[in-house]
């Protein structure tokens, strides 16, 4: 099969990028079982495995795809209609009333529902990348992933959290100082922030950590932080919003509204097994897993079908404030 893979970024990730790294696992995946993967994605990308072609967006996308191509996963919705059978794999969140594609595909059963759709695949990595952990080390403090600049992401919830659990915290992905905030400032001494950071270093600090603070202050429509701090063997502690009820099961972390059962099960990540934590993430979120469902969804569009027998939407009545939901005490 000849796939096109299509993202309007740069390939590899080399710090902030998750899609990217999830579209980098997949084609390497359907490459290694024998399939031919080109991408469509922005100028400076480079890839070992496939072709790479270069996205002008001054064209039509449909100028751009090769003849020979038999299926064509798109990472955003479409714009126009694809001269090809597709799919399109819908990565974020919307506040506004609108109708998605009928071969939309989401990345959570929660996304998919809130957008009256019934077809998802949840992310999954291509672990052969990441160093193994170590799950008998000495676990130092607790761990923040994440854009912190973004106010849904609450990194004031994760020190809040963290500081009343007595708890150090590593903030990777934001900045003592931030103006993108407004003007913030961190006094807590007992928080240490890392920037963004590049793979080795992510790696690094999730190999020593307890556990992972995330709690959301919107629908998270998967959470790849998630993911890669369970494979490290870190418990997650993260608010009920969107996936992480889906994900975070109760051997894996506390998924809660009430920073006190937060804070309860912060202060006992102990009793979280690092073990099943790592094969957790490891078995059920790897891009194997992925890449063989997406299959299944190429074969369908190929023969003719669409994914959804009625266009997935937002309605009016379903419009979620994602500014801010409320964190309960």
């Known amino acids: 099969m000849k796939i096109l893979i299509v993202n309007d970024s740069k390939i590899p990730a080399i710090k902030y990028g998750g899609t990217e790294r999830v579209i980098w696992g997949l084609g390497k995946q359907l490459a290694s079982i024998g399939h031919e993967v080109t991408y469509l994605v922005a100028a400076g990308s480079t ?114 959290l963290a500081k009343q659990a007595h708890e150090k ?78 994900l975070i099961n109760k051997e894996a972390g506390v998924s809660s509204n009430s920073m006190s059962e937060l804070v309860t099960g912060i202060k006992h990540a102990d009793s979280f097994s690092k073990k099943y934590c790592h094969e957790y993430a490891d078995d059920e979120f790897n891009s194997t897993v992925m890449t063989q469902r997406y299959l299944s969804l190429y074969e369908k569009v190929m023969n003719g079908k669409t994914l959804h027998q009625q266009k997935p939407c937002f309605a009016e009545e379903d419009i979620i404030h994602v500014k801010r939901l409320p964190m309960i005490p």
């Open 169 to 246: 915290l590593v903030v990777l992905g934001g900045n003592r100082i931030n103006f993108n905030m407004g003007f913030r400032f961190t006094h807590d001494l007992h928080v240490s922030f890392k920037g963004m950071v590049d793979d080795e270093k992510k790696r690094f600090y999730l190999q020593q950590s307890k556990g992972l603070i995330f709690p959301v202050l919107w629908h998270e429509p998967f959470g790849l932080a998630i993911i890669e701090s369970l494979y490290y063997g870190c418990p997650v502690f993260g608010t009920a919003y969107g996936s992480l009820p889906e």
């Open 47 to 160: 890839c070992p495995f496939a072709k790479i072609i270069e996205w002008d967006k001054s064209k039509d996308i449909n100028s751009l795809i090769p003849e020979d191509i038999d299926v064509v996963h798109l990472n955003m919705q479409p714009v126009s209609p694809i001269s090809k059978p597709y799919i399109s794999t819908f990565h974020g969140n919307v506040n506004h009333v609108c109708q998605f594609d009928l071969n939309t595909v989401f990345i959570s059963r929660n996304q998919a529902e809130r957008f009256h759709g019934n077809v998802f695949v949840y992310n999954g990595l291509d672990w052969s990348t990441y160093t193994k952990p170590d799950l008998n080390n000495n676990r130092q403090y607790f761990h923040f992933l994440g854009d912190a600049s973004w106010k849904v992401k609450n990194v004031k919830g994760a020190i809040a």
